[in-house]
């Protein structure tokens, strides 16, 4: 079964941090997306990128970067973490050209993280 | 622009009854395909079931079906025989095209009472 891990089920931090949340995946899949999940707004697409050192800007990437220097993992960024960034942040992945209806996302477990 | 309206944010049932979670989405490809998925309190997402919108036949995966009405836009899923183990938040999502950009709508706490 594909795996997706993120590093942190929580996570604390304080206004104005530099935070990291990690996301790996072990089926060499080229495609992989970050999501933050909000009560009332569902799963709003962050960042993507479908290949090593490539990234895309989603519907909300601002206060977001990305970085995917190894096809495996692909980590978010918050330069510097606000309180509205508090969310649940969940990393995907899936395998490119396959398309349709064998275009399926593998989920991780998501990141509940609290900015204070 | 492309989204996915889910107008129902709590529903209950009673365990062995039927329940129906709406959605509507807006798109103006031709060609795109429809999702529902499940995450339960673990968090772990889980696809349920999915629909090719040039397909007319509803698809049905054991105990869930969806309507899809494609003039209208609306693309609902249909649980029977409801189980304890389906309480969980549903979401339906959208995908226009290859390359996974999947767009979900706001998703429905679904519970199932026993």
């Known amino acids: 079964d594909v795996k997706v891990t993120q590093s942190s089920r929580y996570l604390v931090k304080r206004t104005g941090e530099k935070v990291f949340l990690e996301c790996v995946q072990d089926?060499?899949?080229?495609?992989m997306f970050w999501y933050r999940q909000d009560p009332g707004l569902g799963l709003r697409l962050i960042y993507f990128s479908y290949d090593v050192k490539m990234k895309e800007k989603g519907d909300i990437p601002e206060g977001y970067s990305v970085s995917r220097e190894k096809k495996e993992r692909f980590s978010l960024i918050l330069e510097s973490a606000s309180t509205n960034q508090t969310s649940m942040y969940l990393c995907?992945?899936?395998?490119?050209?396959?398309?349709?209806?064998?275009?399926?996302?593998?989920f991780g477990s998501g990141t509940q993280l609290s900015v204070l | 622009a492309q989204t996915v309206t889910q107008s129902q944010p709590e529903m209950s049932v009673q365990e062995a009854e039927t329940v129906t979670l709406s959605c509507t989405y807006d798109?103006?490809?031709?060609?795109?395909?429809l999702f529902w998925y499940k995450q339960p309190p673990s968090r772990q997402m889980i696809l349920v079931i999915r629909q090719e919108a040039y397909k007319q036949q509803n698809a049905t995966e054991n105990r869930f079906s969806v309507n899809f009405q494609k003039a209208a836009k609306s693309f609902s899923l249909k649980i029977s025989d409801s189980q304890l183990g389906d309480t969980a938040m549903y979401f339906c999502a959208l995908l226009r095209n290859q390359g996974g950009k999947l767009i979900f709508g706001q998703g429905t706490e679904l519970s199932v009472k026993p």
């Open positions: 798109t103006s490809e031709n060609n795109y395909y």
């Open positions: 995907a992945s899936s395998l490119m050209g396959t398309g349709g209806l064998n275009e399926k996302l593998f």
């Open positions: 089926m060499d899949h080229e495609n």
